[in-house]
T-cell receptor, first 111, second 116 residues
Framework: TQLLEQSPQFLSIQEGENLTVYCNSSSVFSSLQWYRQEPGEGPVLLVTVVTGGEVKKLKRLTFQFGDARKDSSLHITAAQPGDTGLYLCAGGSSNDYKLSFGAGTTVTVRA | GAVVSQHPSRVICKSGTSVKIECRSLDFQATTMFWYRQFPKKSLMLMATSNEGSKATYEQGVEKDKFLINHASLTLSTLTVTSAHPEDSSFYIC????????????FGPGTRLTVL
């Protein structure tokens, strides 16, 4: 079973629209990482957040870590076809460096 | 971030043969590497933690005699799928942890294994 619940599972939007992906857990994590993966490739790190309440912005992407370090969200503004991919959130443990992955959100941005 | 390579990127083998997959950390020394497998349109499933100079630690349900891991140097870990069967067909991905800070993992490009 996944410790991290990721929603929605699928998201299909038109270019220029905004989207938000959620990652929730009952467990506390030392860090929360977001990755994007394209078919046939390994996941590529987008961001790591470590402080409760932290907000990080990378161009059109905004990442938020919940105050209690149990949940996170990824918001994309004015989505582009290049944002299409599988988005994965992963909670980190500073004890053994293992990651607990969410089930993933498949995002499709239509031109 | 860290740069990780995997070789081969794709491999097709006959049932009953063994296949070795290499994972290399190209720009730093990694005492810890992880091996995952991923089924189509699914998330990553951790198989084992590869520790340099010691035995790998396997996750529950993963057969250590089936999936042999060797972490002989600080830049190389290998995963050998022994006596492969069609159900072993999957996408295998390794990752490294630079350490010294957040537990961020950097992933290799993956290896697609197809067992006929």
């Amino acid at each position: 079973t996944q410790l991290l619940e990721q929603s929605p599972q699928f998201l299909s939007i038109q270019e220029g629209e905004n989207l938000t992906v959620y990652c929730n857990s009952s467990s506390v994590f030392s860090s929360l990482q977001w990755y994007r993966q394209e078919p046939g490739e390994g996941p590529v790190l987008l961001v790591t957040v470590v402080t409760g309440g932290e907000v990080k912005k990378l161009k059109r992407l905004t990442f938020q870590f919940g105050d209690a370090r149990k949940d996170s969200s990824l918001h994309i503004t004015a989505a582009q076809p290049g944002d299409t991919g599988l988005y994965l959130c992963a909670g980190g443990s500073s004890n053994d460096y293992k990651l607990s992955f969410g089930a993933g959100t498949t995002v499709t941005v239509r031109a | 971030g860290a740069v990780v390579s995997q070789h081969p990127s794709r491999v097709i083998c006959k049932s009953g043969t063994s296949v070795k997959i290499e994972c290399r950390s190209l720009d730093f020394q990694a005492t810890t590497m992880f091996w995952y497998r991923q089924f189509p349109k699914k998330s990553l499933m951790l198989m084992a933690t590869s520790n340099e100079g010691s035995k790998a630690t396997y996750e529950q349900g993963v057969e250590k005699d089936k999936f042999l891991i060797n972490h002989a140097s600080l830049t190389l870990s290998t995963l050998t799928v022994t006596s492969a069967h069609p159900e072993d067909s999957s996408f295998y991905i390794c990752s490294v942890v630079p350490g010294g800070g957040p537990d961020t993992q950097y992933f290799g490009p993956g290896t697609r294994l197809t067992v006929l």
